[in-house]
């Protein structure tokens, strides 16, 4: 198998398998992997998924909906089902996908859901209901491994068997003692080459990276990636061990994170879904629209106040429009760099130093470049060399200022503690557009 | 252990450490974790790095080397060691890092690297390096866990304990035939459940995912976050087994490709290194801004179509710089929002068509309330209602062609097969910058 794409061939042969009987459905299904028939999902009406989830076997209708991304609302089509069905489903879920679905709906929906489970499966997703989702107790999954440290090779092996029936896939095998406190962890290939006679405690490597339920999951993400896990115990403050985050929930964390980044810097709040309405939408945008417009009213107040100036060379008006609008782009250009730079990794004090000299200098050369290039243009163009120097001054200027507010910003923010990623483009090319405008203008008026 | 940043006072330990003996900083290392060394690395000197690394265990040493981000050019560190202490520490890394590395060198510095190794290694980095780094081929590491599917459950579980003694760790055992053609996967937990006498024939799992060694490594990581994998088989033409992509190299993948949509659109070439000096810097920023500077100049000459205007009514060349302004910040939310959303999975015609309707009835709400104000503002700052109507509809008109330009350009552009993210701030904004001159001067001399 390697088809990985839905593509129109397969929605046009659900369509129309959609018109049919069941069975027809149930053969057309057959041929689909979970994930894909989750792909697939993204373009069905309501009515269409549940009919497919009331066919499918159990074990696939689980998959399909933990698959299903948060924006097509699993929840919505699980309410919808009838409640055996439902239960099944969600006993089939692991532990966190459930808890995660479960999590977006109503308090109402959720007791519903929950009064209708095992109990131990209704307490289990109960306790996880209670960590932030964005924390590694809200990422992790109960279901593990585990095995005490007094166990012999043998007994250790045969928990490990019984345990892993229920689990989809196991990494790791964690080792506790008897009061459930993580001691180690244990790899498959060393407890298989293990002596006859070795116990667990002989075999446990002591040396392993864990993490509180309570840290966020960007924290953890990064502890998976730096140590190239592929799972991470979760413990509480006790060190009693809770669960573990796995890489693939760790691998959406970073898709959502990186999807964050570049809505922010964008003037995009963090919370806009990408596939979300035009309502939702407009609710995201129009308050950052709307600082810009009282920062846009701001650089155009200083316009007004070389009223005698742009009398006198009216040209200037065209022309500081350019430098405006160069410096803009330059101080996005410096403002993605560092971002992500900051994001990825913290700098010293003397890196970050080193990053405001850089955007300096590049502001600096890439605005003489500019500049010479405006210079020769009002040369031979508008035959004045005098407008051309005016020019070639504010646009280095310009371009400075961008390449330092573009680095500085976002690295000032970092130091107390919000959120670089809000020094959104918005907010730095107010700099720009102010000093855009003022630069030319002040320069006509002393020069010209 | 739970420490995973490098702060100053590590920093500081070190360089004191550095002053002193070996026996010091031998002892200062053991503290540290060889992913943390490789950070503290960035904030060292050359000298200090190969002092370092020539002071640490072989095995703790090729860590840190496969931990260096590649930007830190852990390959010039390599070149500088001795020969013989070189070597024994690429055979001890994975063969994809050691190709990920050494690719990174000159020829001359590949061959003499290669001389020095054993032969069976070098012929297997050789072989890889044969593969585009940004390929299946080339992420993937040939140091796998295979077994033959003829054997019997007591003569695999031998051969994995067997070959998992070289390897760090392992998820999925794979299982060939007599030509090393893959035929599928065998999960640990189901060898260690069989019955004594069961074969691997009865065990594997012949519904597996595989790539083929030319897919890109956007597609393989796309593959891997679907179906929640934590290693991808790499097959060639025949099906004849290569290698494995774990879930850790595809992490970086991911960073990667994130950190190149963010500059795209900021309009930096992908290719500018994060921390790259001031010099590549202006060379990846400068052509941007020369394009820039080019459709700023188009902008401003419509300014010029209207001369009369603008004299008649000086107080629009304020006003229409907000209007370009606020367009092209409305353009770059559209254009984060759907590049981020092109990037994560493709749309069908409908969802495209969908989502050019959506950013258009954005761009109409945000304009009309963005107009609105503008308007209240004309009327009570300008007493001219007159003035006020054309701001409004000037400012609506460009928000629609920013929600237009900003859905549709990068939309257009993957359905031809370029990169939707190099639809940049900056081509989309020559858009709302000529339109946000045009409109206010149009409906200026057709209304005031």
């Given at each position: ?13 659900f ?30 009406p309501?009515?269409?998924k ?84 964005d ?24 928990e ?9 896939d196991?990494?790791?095998?964690y ?18 080459k ?13 040396d ?20 190239n ?33 570049i ?15 035009w ?23 200083i ?6 100036t ?29 971002v ?64 330092l ?44």
């Amino acid at each position: 198998m390697q088809s990985f794409e839905i593509d129109k061939s397969d929605l046009l042969r659900f369509e129309k398998a959609l018109d049919g009987n069941d069975a027809e459905l149930e053969s057309l299904l057959k041929e689909y992997h979970a994930s894909e028939i989750a792909l697939l999902f993204e373009k069905l009406p309501q009515e269409a998924k549940e009919r497919i989830i009331n066919i499918l076997p159990t074990d696939v209708a689980s998959e399909v909906i933990a698959e299903m991304h948060e924006e097509q609302d699993p929840g919505e089509l699980l309410i919808g089902l009838h409640p055996e069905k439902r239960s099944e489903i969600i006993e089939e879920l692991d532990y966190d996908d459930a808890t995660d679905i479960i999590s977006q709906l109503d308090e109402d929906e959720q007791q519903e859901i929950l009064e209708d489970l095992d109990q131990e499966d209704a307490d289990s997703i109960r306790a996880l209901l209670k960590y932030d989702e964005d924390t590694a107790g809200g990422l992790m999954d109960s279901e593990i491994v585990k095995v005490n440290i007094n166990l012999d090779k043998k007994d250790a092996l045969d928990e490990i068997v019984r345990q892993s029936e229920e689990m989809e896939d196991f990494y790791t095998i964690y080792v506790v003692d008897d009061g459930d406190i993580l001691q180690g962890i244990l790899s498959v290939k060393s407890i298989l080459k293990a002596k006859a006679d070795a116990h667990v405690r002989d075999l446990v490597n002591t040396d392993f990276v864990y993490v509180k339920a309570d840290l966020d999951q960007e924290d953890v993400a990064s502890l998976i990636s730096q140590y190239n896990l592929a799972s991470i115990p979760v413990v509480d403050d006790n060190m009693k061990l809770l669960g573990r985050v796995t890489v693939d929930d760790i691998m959406d964390v970073m898709e959502q994170e990186s999807t964050e980044d570049i809505l922010k810097i964008s003037g995009v709040s963090e919370d806009e879904e990408l596939s979300g309405n035009w309502k939702d939408a407009v609710k995201s945008r129009l308050p950052w629209l709307i600082i810009n417009l009282g920062t846009a009213y701001l650089a155009a107040s200083i316009i007004r106040q070389f009223d005698g100036t742009v009398e006198r060379f009216p040209i200037i008006a065209a022309y500081m429009t350019i430098i405006a609008g160069m410096g803009g782009n330059a101080a996005t250009q410096a403002l993605a760099v560092t971002v992500r730079r900051i994001s990825l990794s913290d700098l010293t004090d003397k890196q970050a130093y080193n990053t405001v000299i850089k955007e300096f200098l590049v502001g600096l050369l890439n605005g003489a470049a500019n500049g010479i290039i405006v210079l020769i243009i009002a040369y031979f163009y508008d035959a004045n060399l005098k407008l051309g120097l005016v020019l070639f001054l504010a646009m280095t200027g310009n371009l400075i200022v961008a390449g330092l507010t573009g680095a500085s910003i976002p690295l000032v923010l970092k130091r107390v503690g919000i959120d670089p990623a809000v020094a959104s483009s918005i907010i730095i090319t107010t700099f720009t557009d102010c000093a855009g405008f003022l630069l030319p203008l002040w320069f006509a008026t002393k020069l010209l």
